[in-house]
């Protein structure tokens, strides 16, 4: 189920009339999970990156939109063609997007195909942020400087490391993506 469309900016980014540098398209997954203590449920609320951004003090230039707040395991294709329309429209052509690990690597499959000329980085969690103990939290902010930094393409981000979208698979065995041709 799609959320809301929400939009925010970086507070601590410089104050100016520019266009952001870099657009974040917020899609759900593990990253932005709430667990529900009474019911010992995951759910979803808001998302935690403006509190992220706040806390490691990113003086990067966003523009954040919360697209859906969904499990990845529960996109369709339909959520993925929101997600490829909303890059092709958006005057950024630095774009990352929170995910859910899951599925994470179809949805760089569709936006690849759309052959968009953007730099587009995936990236997600397998703990959830609100645990204080996630991967989240790192795994954003290697996002964000590779989503800077690559040339136009289709990457996905994690464990500190950035990978071509047809070149990596989540191992469920160890819980880390790896490269197909290692």
Wanted: net charge negative; aromatic share 10%; proline share 2%.
């Amino acid at each position: 189920m799609a959320a809301n469309t929400v939009e925010s900016t970086n507070k601590n980014a410089p104050k100016s009339k520019e266009q952001a540098n870099v657009r974040i398209f917020v899609t759900g997954g593990t990253f932005d999970k709430e667990y529900d203590m009474i019911k010992g449920e995951l759910y979803f609320k808001d998302t935690h990156l403006p509190e992220i951004f706040e806390l490691g003090r990113s003086t990067v230039k966003c523009q954040i939109r919360t697209l859906m707040m969904i499990d990845s395991l529960q996109m369709t294709d339909s959520d993925r063609e929101l997600i490829k329309t909303n890059c092709a429209r958006c005057g950024e052509d630095r774009i990352l997007i929170t995910h859910g690990t899951d599925t994470m690597v179809q949805t760089a499959a569709v936006l690849a195909a759309a052959d968009l000329p953007k730099t587009i980085v995936l990236t997600g969690a397998l703990i959830p942020y609100k645990f204080g103990s996630s991967d989240g939290f790192f795994n954003l902010g290697s996002a964000l400087a590779f989503v800077q930094t690559l040339t136009h393409g289709v990457y996905i981000a994690m464990h500190g490391r950035y990978f071509h979208w047809d070149n990596v698979a989540k191992n469920y065995s160890t819980g880390f993506f790896e490269e197909l041709d290692a």
